[in-house]
């Protein structure tokens, strides 16, 4: 008798408001067997509030490698999986690459639920072209940092990075040194009480944030080559 594999479901979590959180996601985390979590006390939190039961387990970049045998084992066997992180779309930049492909290799059905991630609303909102970009995520903080952003910036297109409120003004004053007349857009804790949304120069968002200490998740876009702004768009 052949066993039915079991299958991984990637889902999106809120980056903010827990409203955003898909009536889908929530019927696919009451009926798997297992719920992976980067951070079982966040995802704990989430699962209480939509009164869901489903067994937790920890899986996060630092333990993935040792679990993921078990995992695969338990999938192999029929078991169904969910994946969650601590806000957003697993596997992008945070764990769930490493499962995913496990499962593909070893012929596993995988799904993907669409769902929050917090650089497609600061892409939309920074009012930018957006008939092509490029997602850059985290850059290296020290080796390869400014040949990676060099090699994002010479592309042209619009392109969306997150970054640390600690290196913000940083990544700023570098995009003031090498590309001064790209337009620029930082969202901050989109989906939460104080988003908040301000676009101009590199040299005008590095001043307002070295007097304005930002705080929480942020996604920095710039704009493509070639384009001017306009008064209003620095005001």
Request: glycine residues 8%.
């Amino acid at each position: 008798m052949t066993t039915v594999k079991g299958t991984l479901f990637l889902v999106p979590t809120p980056i903010g408001n827990l409203g955003d959180m898909s009536f889908r996601a929530v019927e696919v985390l009451k009926q798997v067997q297992v719920v992976l979590a980067e951070d079982t006390r966040t995802s704990g939190r989430l699962l209480q509030h939509y009164q869901i039961d489903t067994p937790l387990e920890s899986f996060h970049q630092h333990n993935e490698h040792g679990k993921l045998a078990s995992v695969m084992q338990r999938l192999n066997d029929g078991i169904s999986f969910a994946m969650v992180t601590d806000a957003g779309t697993p596997g992008i930049s945070d764990p769930g690459f490493l499962l995913s492909r496990a499962c593909r290799e070893q012929g596993i059905r995988v799904e993907c639920l669409p769902g929050a991630t917090a650089f497609v609303p600061a892409l939309v909102q920074s009012g930018f072209p957006l008939s092509s970009f490029l997602f850059g995520g985290f850059l290296p903080q020290k080796k390869g940092r400014q040949k990676n952003l060099l090699h994002l910036l010479a592309s042209g297109h619009t392109l969306a990075l997150y970054e640390s409120p600690y290196r913000l003004v940083r990544l700023l004053e570098e995009l003031n040194e090498h590309a001064p007349e790209r337009p620029v857009s930082v969202s901050r804790e989109i989906s939460k009480k104080f988003e908040e949304q301000r676009g101009g120069t590199p040299s005008e968002l590095a001043a307002h944030f070295r007097k304005h200490e930002p705080k929480g998740e942020i996604v920095v876009v710039v704009g493509p080559a070639g384009i001017v702004l306009s008064d209003e768009d620095t005001e």
